[in-house]
């Protein structure tokens, strides 16, 4: 059974920075591409940044210059660091597989705010 456990959001003002991480259990990690979406209530979730199984990445314009999405396999985790936080990346932030998605965690709340 897929799992997926994110982590590392939080309150922050803007301008600074915070680490996302998601440990994923149940499959074989390095066999999937992997994202970070984010969703706001009333809004489509969308995909921010992903990362292929051999490491490629690609950002959403909005997470351009700003945030890094990294893997480490033998962790089973993947992670977003954000820098330059703006109110508009306020969400919660939930990874998944690119392309079609399995279940969804609980996700991690970002509030960006002064």
């Known amino acids: 059974q897929v799992q997926l456990v994110e982590s590392g959001g939080g309150l922050v003002q803007p301008g600074g920075s915070l680490r996302l991480s998601c440990a994923a259990s149940?499959?074989?990690?390095?066999?999937?591409?992997m994202g970070w979406y984010r969703q706001v209530p009333g809004k489509q979730r969308e995909l921010v940044a992903g990362?292929?199984?051999?490491?490629?990445?690609n950002y959403a314009d909005s997470a351009k210059g700003r945030f890094t999405i990294s893997r480490d396999n033998a962790k089973n985790t993947v992670y977003l660091q954000m820098n330059s936080l703006k109110p508009e990346d306020t969400a919660v932030y939930y990874c998944?597989?690119?392309?079609?998605?399995?279940?969804w965690g609980q996700g991690t709340q970002v509030t960006v705010s002064s």
């Open positions: 990362i292929g199984r051999y490491f490629t990445t």
């Open positions: 998944n597989y690119l392309g079609p998605q399995t279940t």
């Open positions: 149940g499959i074989i990690f390095s066999n999937y591409g």
